[in-house]
Protein backbone atom coordinates (compact mmCIF):
# COMPACT_ATOMS: atom_id res chain seq x y z
CA UNK A 1 0.00 0.00 0.00
CA UNK A 2 0.86 3.84 -0.95
CA UNK A 3 -0.13 6.37 1.09
CA UNK A 4 0.59 9.90 -0.73
CA UNK A 5 -1.23 13.72 0.37
CA UNK A 6 -4.00 14.56 -1.78
CA UNK A 7 -3.44 18.21 -2.72
CA UNK A 8 -5.83 21.15 -4.04
CA UNK A 9 -4.88 23.54 -7.25
CA UNK A 10 -4.14 25.72 -4.20
CA UNK A 11 -1.41 23.34 -3.02
CA UNK A 12 -3.54 22.61 0.02
CA UNK A 13 -3.69 19.62 1.46
CA UNK A 14 -7.44 17.97 1.87
CA UNK A 15 -6.89 14.41 2.16
CA UNK A 16 -4.86 11.34 1.23
CA UNK A 17 -4.74 9.01 -1.54
CA UNK A 18 -4.57 5.15 -0.66
CA UNK A 19 -3.03 2.61 -3.24
CA UNK A 20 -2.57 -0.88 -3.21
CA UNK A 21 -0.37 -2.85 -4.95
CA UNK A 22 -0.57 -6.36 -6.10
CA UNK A 23 3.10 -7.67 -4.80
CA UNK A 24 1.98 -11.54 -5.40
CA UNK A 25 2.27 -11.79 -8.97
CA UNK A 26 5.51 -10.40 -9.63
CA UNK A 27 6.86 -12.24 -6.40
CA UNK A 28 5.75 -15.55 -7.99
CA UNK A 29 6.49 -15.19 -11.37
CA UNK A 30 10.50 -14.22 -9.54
CA UNK A 31 10.20 -17.51 -7.24
CA UNK A 32 9.45 -19.34 -10.33
CA UNK A 33 12.48 -18.33 -12.48
CA UNK A 34 14.39 -19.00 -9.31
CA UNK A 35 12.84 -22.33 -9.37
CA UNK A 36 14.08 -23.07 -13.14
CA UNK A 37 17.96 -22.20 -12.44
CA UNK A 38 20.26 -25.04 -13.24
CA UNK A 39 22.58 -23.73 -10.61
CA UNK A 40 22.05 -24.85 -6.88
CA UNK A 41 20.96 -21.45 -5.19
CA UNK A 42 20.89 -20.72 -1.15
CA UNK A 43 19.64 -17.40 0.36
CA UNK A 44 21.15 -16.91 3.79
CA UNK A 45 20.30 -14.39 6.41
CA UNK A 46 23.30 -12.17 8.51
CA UNK A 47 23.65 -15.10 10.91
CA UNK A 48 23.86 -17.69 8.02
CA UNK A 49 20.78 -19.17 8.38
CA UNK A 50 19.16 -20.24 5.29
CA UNK A 51 16.12 -18.44 4.23
CA UNK A 52 15.48 -20.34 1.11
CA UNK A 53 16.15 -22.87 -1.81
CA UNK A 54 15.52 -23.77 -4.80
CA UNK A 55 14.92 -27.14 -6.00
CA UNK A 56 18.05 -27.67 -7.55
CA UNK A 57 20.09 -27.69 -4.48
CA UNK A 58 17.44 -30.33 -2.73
CA UNK A 59 17.81 -32.63 -6.10
CA UNK A 60 21.69 -32.00 -5.95
CA UNK A 61 22.54 -32.54 -2.34
CA UNK A 62 19.06 -34.96 -1.87
CA UNK A 63 17.39 -33.00 0.87
CA UNK A 64 14.53 -31.36 1.66
CA UNK A 65 12.79 -28.00 1.94
CA UNK A 66 12.11 -28.81 6.02
CA UNK A 67 15.52 -30.21 6.84
CA UNK A 68 16.78 -26.61 5.17
CA UNK A 69 14.91 -23.70 5.78
CA UNK A 70 15.52 -21.45 8.65
CA UNK A 71 18.78 -23.78 10.19
CA UNK A 72 22.47 -22.65 9.87
CA UNK A 73 23.98 -23.71 6.99
CA UNK A 74 26.99 -25.25 9.03
CA UNK A 75 24.68 -27.35 10.89
CA UNK A 76 22.54 -28.94 7.73
CA UNK A 77 23.05 -32.53 7.51
CA UNK A 78 24.79 -33.03 10.96
CA UNK A 79 27.30 -30.54 10.29
CA UNK A 80 27.97 -32.20 6.81
CA UNK A 81 28.19 -28.26 5.66
CA UNK A 82 30.60 -27.17 8.29
CA UNK A 83 33.43 -26.91 5.63
CA UNK A 84 36.17 -24.56 6.60
CA UNK A 85 36.77 -23.11 3.00
CA UNK A 86 33.04 -22.14 2.97
CA UNK A 87 32.61 -20.54 5.91
CA UNK A 88 35.75 -18.42 4.78
CA UNK A 89 34.15 -17.98 1.53
CA UNK A 90 30.96 -16.17 3.70
CA UNK A 91 32.39 -14.34 6.25
CA UNK A 92 34.72 -12.69 3.77
CA UNK A 93 31.21 -11.86 1.56
CA UNK A 94 29.46 -10.33 4.75
CA UNK A 95 32.20 -8.21 5.94
CA UNK A 96 33.54 -6.85 2.79
CA UNK A 97 30.33 -6.35 0.89
CA UNK A 98 32.04 -7.39 -2.35
CA UNK A 99 31.19 -10.30 -4.19
CA UNK A 100 33.36 -13.53 -4.89
CA UNK A 101 32.83 -15.39 -8.01
CA UNK A 102 34.03 -18.90 -9.63
CA UNK A 103 35.81 -20.29 -6.87
CA UNK A 104 36.41 -23.97 -7.12
CA UNK A 105 35.81 -26.08 -3.77
CA UNK A 106 36.18 -30.28 -4.17
CA UNK A 107 34.19 -31.62 -0.90
CA UNK A 108 33.22 -35.27 -0.21
CA UNK A 109 29.30 -34.98 0.78
CA UNK A 110 28.54 -38.13 3.12
CA UNK A 111 25.13 -38.83 0.89
CA UNK A 112 26.46 -38.03 -2.90
CA UNK A 113 29.97 -38.34 -2.68
CA UNK A 114 33.20 -36.14 -3.71
CA UNK A 115 31.74 -33.27 -5.62
CA UNK A 116 33.82 -30.35 -7.12
CA UNK A 117 31.54 -27.26 -6.58
CA UNK A 118 31.97 -23.67 -8.61
CA UNK A 119 30.41 -21.14 -5.73
CA UNK A 120 29.60 -17.13 -6.51
CA UNK A 121 28.44 -15.52 -3.47
CA UNK A 122 27.01 -11.67 -3.05
CA UNK A 123 25.36 -10.06 -0.60
CA UNK A 124 21.56 -8.67 -1.01
CA UNK A 125 21.84 -5.10 1.22
CA UNK A 126 18.07 -4.63 2.36
CA UNK A 127 18.87 -1.38 3.64
CA UNK A 128 18.54 -2.28 7.46
CA UNK A 129 21.41 -3.57 9.96
CA UNK A 130 21.13 -7.42 10.40
CA UNK A 131 18.69 -7.76 7.67
CA UNK A 132 21.02 -8.03 4.86
CA UNK A 133 21.21 -11.49 3.29
CA UNK A 134 23.50 -13.34 1.41
CA UNK A 135 23.09 -15.14 -2.17
CA UNK A 136 24.71 -18.56 -2.53
CA UNK A 137 25.06 -20.47 -5.53
CA UNK A 138 26.65 -23.80 -6.63
CA UNK A 139 27.34 -25.02 -9.59
CA UNK A 140 28.26 -28.84 -9.86
CA UNK A 141 31.14 -28.90 -12.49
CA UNK A 142 32.26 -32.72 -11.33
CA UNK A 143 31.57 -33.91 -14.61
CA UNK A 144 32.85 -31.39 -16.47
CA UNK A 145 35.91 -31.38 -14.47
CA UNK A 146 36.46 -35.30 -14.87
CA UNK A 147 36.03 -34.87 -18.84
CA UNK A 148 39.10 -32.43 -18.83
CA UNK A 149 41.41 -35.22 -16.73
CA UNK A 150 40.57 -37.54 -19.35
CA UNK A 151 41.52 -35.63 -21.61
CA UNK A 152 44.52 -34.45 -20.48
CA UNK A 153 45.00 -38.37 -19.68
CA UNK A 154 44.27 -39.20 -23.48
CA UNK A 155 46.69 -36.22 -24.64
CA UNK A 156 49.63 -37.89 -22.28
CA UNK A 157 48.64 -41.40 -23.75
CA UNK A 158 49.08 -40.24 -27.22
CA UNK A 159 52.56 -38.61 -26.46
CA UNK A 160 53.88 -41.66 -24.78
CA UNK A 161 52.33 -44.36 -27.03
CA UNK A 162 52.56 -42.43 -30.47
CA UNK A 163 54.78 -39.28 -30.00
CA UNK A 164 58.43 -41.58 -29.41
CA UNK A 165 57.68 -43.62 -32.10
CA UNK A 166 57.05 -40.54 -34.76
CA UNK A 167 59.99 -38.99 -33.81
CA UNK A 168 61.56 -42.13 -34.52
CA UNK A 169 60.48 -42.47 -37.93
CA UNK A 170 61.26 -39.10 -38.41
CA UNK A 171 65.09 -39.95 -37.52
CA UNK A 172 65.13 -42.51 -39.85
CA UNK A 173 63.36 -40.39 -42.56
CA UNK A 174 66.55 -38.23 -41.83
CA UNK A 175 69.20 -41.05 -42.39
CA UNK A 176 67.85 -42.68 -45.72
CA UNK A 177 67.36 -38.81 -47.42
CA UNK A 178 70.99 -38.66 -46.31
CA UNK A 179 71.91 -41.97 -48.75
CA UNK A 180 69.71 -41.06 -51.56
CA UNK A 181 72.42 -39.80 -53.18
CA UNK A 182 75.27 -42.57 -52.27
CA UNK A 183 73.85 -45.79 -51.77
CA UNK A 184 70.36 -45.46 -53.38
CA UNK A 185 69.60 -49.19 -53.20
CA UNK A 186 69.97 -49.34 -49.61
CA UNK A 187 68.22 -45.87 -49.29
CA UNK A 188 64.99 -47.78 -51.32
CA UNK A 189 65.17 -50.68 -48.74
CA UNK A 190 65.06 -48.51 -45.53
CA UNK A 191 62.52 -46.54 -47.28
CA UNK A 192 60.19 -49.47 -47.51
CA UNK A 193 60.97 -50.86 -44.36
CA UNK A 194 59.57 -47.24 -42.97
CA UNK A 195 56.85 -46.90 -45.06
CA UNK A 196 55.56 -50.66 -43.40
CA UNK A 197 56.44 -49.10 -39.80
CA UNK A 198 54.21 -45.87 -40.70
CA UNK A 199 51.41 -47.76 -42.10
CA UNK A 200 51.45 -50.15 -39.23
CA UNK A 201 51.54 -46.66 -36.90
CA UNK A 202 48.62 -45.19 -38.43
CA UNK A 203 46.71 -48.03 -38.31
CA UNK A 204 47.00 -48.17 -34.36
CA UNK A 205 46.16 -44.60 -34.29
CA UNK A 206 43.10 -44.84 -36.16
CA UNK A 207 41.95 -47.95 -34.18
CA UNK A 208 42.84 -45.60 -30.85
CA UNK A 209 41.03 -42.69 -31.92
CA UNK A 210 37.56 -45.05 -33.17
CA UNK A 211 37.97 -46.23 -29.25
CA UNK A 212 37.53 -42.53 -28.13
CA UNK A 213 34.50 -41.98 -30.20
CA UNK A 214 30.92 -42.97 -28.59
CA UNK A 215 29.06 -45.89 -30.77
CA UNK A 216 27.54 -44.56 -33.14
CA UNK A 217 23.47 -45.30 -33.00
CA UNK A 218 21.64 -47.59 -35.55
CA UNK A 219 20.48 -45.16 -38.46
CA UNK A 220 16.39 -44.47 -38.37
CA UNK A 221 14.35 -46.38 -40.63
CA UNK A 222 12.18 -43.68 -42.44
CA UNK A 223 8.36 -45.63 -43.48
CA UNK A 224 8.85 -45.47 -47.42
CA UNK A 225 6.56 -42.98 -49.39
Do not use: H
Amino acid sequence: MQVRPYKTIENQIEGVLLAFIDINEPKQFSNAIVETIGESLLVLDSQFRVVSANASFYKTFQTTRAETENRVLFDLAGGTWNIPGLRELLAKVQSSKKPISNLEMEYDFPKIGRKTLLLNACQLDRGKVGAEKILLTMNDITEQKRAEEQKRQIAGELQDTFGRRLSQLSAEAAEIAALIATQPQLAAERLQSSQKKFDALAKEMREFAAGLLPAQSPARQTPSQ
